[in-house]
Structure formats: C-alpha cells, structure tokens
C-alpha cells in the first residue's frame, strides 16, 4: 500500500515568510510524529499526534511552529516568519498503534531552505 | 531524560568486509532501541528494533544489532558489506509509555569502497 507522503518535497522561501508543510500518513495510522533534520542538530522531535488526544508539542523549538492534524488523518506543519535557521528537512512518520508496534513509518521528507 | 551517542560520524569500508556501527544510550527507565538507514535523498527506513527477548535482534539486509544492558549498548553489525550498504545509519531510543517520540543519535555515514 501506499506509504507516508508529504509535500512539497522542496520548498524554498525568503526570511520572514510563512510556510505550510503537508503530511499524509498510512491509511488507518493513528499515531502521527513530525521530525526535524539539519546539520546542526541532527533528527529532531517537533511534535506527535495521537488519535484526539491532545497532541505532544515538547518538541517545537519556538511559537513559530504550530501542527494541526485534521480529521485524524492529514497534518500540516505551519512555520510563521521563517528564519535561516529553520533550513532543514522536515520529516514526518506515523505508526498503527503508538504503544504497541514502535514501528514509525517516515516519509521522505520537506526539504526547506530559508534564504 | 534520553539521550544516544553514535561513536562513530563516519565509517568506510572496503566491500565484503565486516563493519560495526556503534551505539550507546543513557535512560532512567526501560528502553527501546531501533536501528534505521537512510540511503541518499531518501527517507528513514527501520532496519531492526529492540522491543524485549533475545538480546540479538536480526533485521532486514543482513544487519543485526546486540543489546547490551551492562554497558548501555546496541552496536549494529554486518558480516559482509556491499556497495549498496552505503548509506547514513541512525541509532534511536524511546521508552514505554507516553509519546513514544524517538531520540536519535548523530548518525553514523557509512561508505563501502571497491
């Protein structure tokens, strides 16, 4: 079947822009993380999802970053007044059961550079 | 709090040789550890994981990893290495219970050379 997907797979912007990033997860997965990759910090946890509890958001670097995960389903990723180094790849993963697989399936990522 | 250290940020190796990537965690609690690569301009995939049982867990492409509880370690390990193994190799940890949110490790590249 069909793996986590996300879009836009690039997405260059200038300093102080919005930007939107978009995740679809497995079908039936109810457990949905976004990541952060870079140079500097590595793999990142931002944010996770669970079913309609309140999401986890210890990881967000700043109030900048926001996530909403519509209809338990597709979630989009939202960076207000980007900075240079919000450069990264975004990644995004979802799992079937959080508790009980430990399995994360990643998709293959939002490359965003912020000029 | 979690945390996993990767000795290693790169390892080459000449093609069929054995090759070892390092992992050590630190955590208060239980832990689960996970193995995932990801190959050039690709996403993450799960390579094996540690959830409980046996402390050798066999993954997929000939990978297998070691829990070693004494000494904090999950070391990956390949008895022979191909040209297509090249790729970055990343160690993570979660713990039972809540989020179940992955810390990774640095990442290890690894390079098979001819």
């Known amino acids: 079947g069909a793996g986590v997907s996300q879009s836009p797979s690039n997405k260059v912007t200038e300093k102080g822009k919005d930007v939107e990033l978009r995740c679809d997860p497995i079908?039936?997965?109810?457990?949905l993380y976004w990541y952060r990759q870079s140079l500097g910090q590595g793999l990142e946890f931002l944010i996770y999802f669970q079913g309609n509890s309140a999401p986890d958001k210890s990881g967000l670097p700043s109030d900048r970053f926001s996530a909403e995960r519509t209809g338990g389903s597709v979630s989009t990723l939202t960076i207000q007044r980007t900075q240079q180094e919000d450069s990264a790849v975004y990644l995004c993963?979802?799992?079937?059961?959080?508790?009980?697989?430990?399995?994360?399936?990643f998709g293959p990522g939002t490359r965003l550079t912020v000029t | 709090a979690q945390s996993v250290t990767q000795l290693d940020s790169q390892v080459p190796v000449f093609e069929e040789a054995p090759v070892e990537l390092r992992c050590n965690y630190s955590?208060?609690?239980?832990?689960?550890l996970f193995w995932y690569v990801q190959y050039p301009n690709q996403g993450l995939q799960l390579l094996l994981k540690?959830?409980?049982?046996?402390?050798l867990v066999k993954g997929i492409n000939g990978f297998e990893a070691e829990f070693n509880k004494s000494q904090t370690s999950f070391h990956l390990r390949k008895p022979s290495v191909h040209i297509s193994d090249t790729a970055e190799y990343f160690c993570?940890?979660?713990?039972?219970?809540?989020?179940?949110?992955?810390?990774f490790g640095q990442g290890t590249r690894l390079t098979i050379n001819p």
């Open positions: 079908s039936g997965h109810t457990a």
């Open positions: 993963a979802s799992s079937l059961v959080a508790f009980e697989l430990y399995e994360q399936y």
């Open positions: 955590s208060s609690v239980s832990v689960y």
């Open positions: 540690y959830l409980s049982g046996s402390t």
């Open positions: 993570a940890v979660t713990s039972e219970g809540g989020a179940q949110k992955l810390v």
